[in-house]
């Protein structure tokens, strides 16, 4: 069944669809998760299967928003582009009920510069130039430091900014030097430093971040800054207390473990509908 976003949104409309908790942080041991009522057409559509799945995803998004939660800084937690095709904004949408925060949709609101562009373009610089004299030539150059429009507020005395933002991937700390001495001197879009696989897993199943902390300490705030790679509900709490901006987990979105739910008829809702609709 080819079902996306919109289908499954659709799906919903003219439903009633009732929490059994106000908490936007699930629980995984209560007895009723939720009820649908006779309208809802999104059980018979997409099947009990996809609820599964919805729910496990914002529960390990909670799981691991709580872990950090209680930080001295806690670092936001961002899902990954790695989103099930034609279901990104489900996906982002059930991270954001966990507690997370949303990462890029796409590379209309922010341009990423990944490994292989790095290599395919000779060095991070000349990806940077690529992408900046492009961004640029387009007029979508980065509207950081600039007025930005927003439908709650418009002040029409102030020109509209369209522009993209830059995210560039860094895996050494030399690369990222080489990243922040091109930001001195270039105009640049660039508003968010990668560190990926920077968190180094130990024998003893624990991780050394020292190495995050140290690139944390160089960018000094100029930049955002996000952590990826070996992000666990074990690992990230000592991941934010590097003092980085972001933590970003494939997990949230291509590694998930559905929760068993159930799907229970109540006996005497059902015969009222039935004799409402002339099916009872």
Request: proline share 2%; charged share 25%.
């Amino acid at each position: 069944m080819g079902t996306s976003s919109e289908d499954l949104i659709e799906a919903a409309d003219g439903s009633e669809v009732d929490l059994a908790s106000a908490s936007s942080r699930p629980s995984p041991w209560q007895q009723k998760q939720a009820s649908f009522d006779e309208k809802s057409r999104m059980l018979v559509g997409c099947g009990l299967v996809f609820f599964h799945l919805v729910s496990g995803q914002l529960y390990y998004a909670a799981t691991i928003f709580q872990a950090i939660s209680d930080a001295a800084r806690p670092a936001c937690i961002l899902e990954t582009r790695k989103t099930a095709p034609g279901l990104r904004r489900i996906d982002k949408w059930a991270v954001l009920i966990g507690g997370g925060k949303n990462h890029r949709l796409g590379l209309f609101d922010m341009a990423m510069i990944k490994d292989n562009h790095i290599s395919v373009a000779g060095g991070i610089a000349n990806a940077m130039r690529s992408v900046d004299q492009f961004l640029q030539k387009e007029k979508l150059n980065s509207c950081r430091g600039r007025y930005f429009f927003t439908d709650a507020h418009v002040d029409k005395d102030k020109p509209m900014c369209l522009g993209i933002d830059i995210s560039v991937e860094t895996r050494t700390i030399e690369e990222m030097e080489d990243l922040l001495k091109y930001a001195a001197e270039n105009k640049t879009s660039l508003t968010r430093i990668m560190l990926d696989n920077m968190v180094v897993p130990l024998a003893n199943g624990d991780v050394d971040v020292s190495m995050l902390k140290d690139a944390v300490q160089l960018i000094n705030d100029r930049f955002e800054t996000e952590a990826s790679g070996n992000v666990t509900v074990d690992t990230v709490k000592k991941i934010g207390e590097s003092g980085v901006t972001y933590i970003s987990s494939g997990a949230l979105t291509h590694s998930l473990k559905a929760l068993d739910i159930s799907l229970k008829i109540d006996t005497e809702l059902a015969l009222q509908v039935g004799r409402r609709t002339n099916r009872a």
